[in-house]
T-cell receptor
Framework: KAGVTQTPRYLIKTRGQQVTLSCSPI?????VSWYQQTPGQGLQFLFE???????NKGNFPGRFSGRQFSNSRSEMNVSTLELGDSALYLC???????????FGPGTRLLVL | ELKVEQNPLFLSMQEGKNYTIYCNYS?????LYWYRQDPGKSLESLFV?????AVKQEGRLMASLDTKARLSTLHITAAVHDLSATYFC???????????FGTGTRLQVFP
């Protein structure tokens, strides 16, 4: 069974640009969550989606948005990039209650 | 608001020794996870603990959960160099898939 996949793996952008990251969960998983990891703030929750509905959102500005498609794939978008958005963005999926949440390899974003 | 405290932040230990990482959390939860992260890599799932008194073991790692004390431990037995990594505990907010992570424990095992 293939794991969680994320694309692209690396991105370099400049301030003010926008970026879209993609996440494909494990086949059959309908729950997808996104996290941001930085050396200063650690791992912070961004969003949680289930069956195309955003169920929870973390304490991030409105520049951060996301969506989930009918095939459970998810995207997150960051507009008007700031230097502080440089981070590793991780996506996780889970199949059902009692299962662990599996993380993808991450997208490393560098904002110059 | 759920808060997760993990200690120690850094652990340098000799091969063959035993040690324990602690994870305390502030409000009730019925799921706690342990993950491992190697430098530059993603999070690898180690354990998910679902109920009070749960204990799981894999190789030299053993995790336990005490929901009444809101405490989980990750015990390392006879450490080997391959265990060098950063270990995170994460607590699930009840009724959601949202994880609140601890700060991580950077483990370094030396000969």
């Amino acid at each position: 069974k293939a794991g969680v996949t994320q694309t692209p793996r690396y991105l370099i952008k400049t301030r003010g640009q926008q970026v879209t990251l993609s996440c494909s969960p494990i086949s059959g998983h309908r729950s997808v969550s996104w996290y941001q990891q930085t050396p200063g703030q650690g791992l912070q929750f961004l969003f949680e989606y289930f069956s195309e509905t955003q169920r929870n959102k973390g304490n991030f500005p409105g520049r951060f948005s996301g969506r989930q498609f009918s095939n459970s794939r998810s995207e997150m978008n960051v507009s008007t990039l700031e230097l502080g958005d440089s981070a590793l963005y991780l996506c996780a999926s889970r199949g059902g209650p009692g299962e662990t949440q599996y993380f993808g390899p991450g997208t490393r974003l560098l904002v110059l | 608001e759920l808060k997760v405290e993990q200690n120690p932040l850094f652990l340098s230990m000799q091969e063959g020794k035993n040690y324990t990482i602690y994870c305390n959390y502030s409000t009730t939860s019925d799921r706690l996870y342990w993950y491992r992260q190697d430098p530059g890599k993603s999070l690898e799932s180690l354990f998910v603990l679902l109920s009070n008194g749960a204990v799981k073991q894999e190789g030299r790692l053993m995790a336990s959960l005490d929901t009444k004390a809101r405490l989980s431990t990750l015990h390392i037995t006879a450490a080997v160099h391959d265990l060098s990594a950063t270990y995170f505990c994460a607590v699930e907010v009840e009724g959601t898939d949202k994880l609140i992570f601890g700060t991580g424990t950077r483990l370094q095992v030396f000969p």
